[in-house]
């Protein structure tokens, strides 16, 4: 007996990493999964070459990467039940074949894990319009369109259990603007649905995961290589080494994803989650106006009087920007 048993969960972009472990972990707590990424042997296999990258990334990237069908085979190796489906999620009518399959296959649809996403780096004089594409559209339209597809039988049902992925990056990193906006972005649409949908007894929150991926063995340490090169200053160390610690076996995501996707963990709705492989959970706060100033009589201001009141009394005298700490750890 499993915590999920009976429940019927669709992961996207668990050909591999991060997904992968999820999906895997949740068969393993009763959970019937469709397993998708959008082509047999991972798209990442043909954006990838050995020769942009050092030997040591290659040979990392190799010994993690997979497809839907692997995952599906591991999921059923171990007695569950799991059907791979092909797709990039963001193509509306693909989404809604994967919905429509999922309830065909075993009559509903349960659990969503939106973590398919377009990988990669880059800031605002670097980045092409089809990187920024890559980078966003995948990921925000492609867990929209399936929360679309797949409410109205969670409606109907009385139940549904919705999984954001998202990353730490979404409170903005440097060179990873793309990346950033598409996180941010996934944030934003929760806290929206949350509050639409929690009275169906469905509920939606945002994991920010850290754990084993073939794109944390590539674009990860070239991130690290750039943050340094643009900032002139190296990530904290510290900081580095726990993060390599953190991006252990991404089936240590999975008892934080099956318990908030469970019926006891149906009073969790509308937070922000960062979670490691390694076993660490950790809450973000929601953002709140945290002071105001207003013109006299709710009159224009005047630029010179809005000057001295933006600094006396709204940001304070030992106001420091934050832009002023580019690198990680600060």
């Not at 073939?214 to 990860?220: D, I, R, T």
């Not at 009087?305 to 030992?318: H, M, S, T, Y």
Request: hydrophobic residues 40%; proline residues 4%; charged residues 20%.
């Amino acid at each position: 007996m499993g915590i999920l048993d009976g429940k019927v969960a669709i992961v996207t972009g668990s050909g591999q990493g991060i997904g992968s472990g999820i999906a895997i972990y949740l068969a393993r707590q009763g959970a019937k999964v469709i397993t998708n990424n959008r082509k047999p042997n991972g798209m990442s296999a043909q954006e990838y070459r050995k020769e942009d990258m050092p030997e040591e990334d290659w040979n990392e990237f190799i010994s993690l990467k997979g497809d839907a069908e692997k995952t599906a085979n591991i999921i059923k190796a171990e007695g569950g039940e799991a059907l791979p489906f092909y797709g990039d999620v963001s193509d509306w009518a693909t989404a809604e074949k994967m919905v429509q399959t999922a309830v065909d296959t075993w009559g509903r649809i349960d659990i969503i894990v939106n973590n398919a996403a377009g990988m990669g780096m880059g800031g605002i004089l670097a980045l092409t319009e089809e990187e920024w594409d890559k980078m966003t559209v995948s990921r925000s339209k492609g867990a929209f369109a399936l929360m679309h597809f797949a409410a109205p039988y969670m409606i109907e049902q009385g139940f549904g259990r919705i999984v954001n992925v998202a990353s730490d990056a979404w409170v903005g990193l440097p060179d990873n603007d793309a990346y950033s906006c598409s996180t941010a972005g996934m944030v934003g649409l929760s806290w929206a649905a949350a509050k639409e949908v929690y009275r169906h007894g469905i509920t939606v929150n945002v994991l920010c995961p850290q754990g084993a991926s073939p794109s944390h063995a590539v674009e990860y340490k070239k991130m690290v290589r750039n943050v340094e090169a643009i900032t002139g200053q190296a990530p904290d160390p510290r900081i580095l080494a726990m993060v390599e610690a953190d991006h252990g076996d991404p089936v240590g995501l999975g008892p934080f994803v099956a318990y908030v996707c469970s019926e006891e963990g149906g009073y969790i709705s509308g937070n922000v989650f960062a979670a490691t492989a390694a076993g660490k959970v950790s809450l973000y706060s929601n953002p709140k106006v945290v002071g105001q100033i207003q013109s006299e009589g709710g009159k224009l201001w005047d630029v010179d009087e809005l000057g001295v009141a933006l600094k006396r009394d709204l940001l304070g005298e030992d106001y420091e920007s934050d832009a002023a700490h580019a690198g990680w750890g600060h």
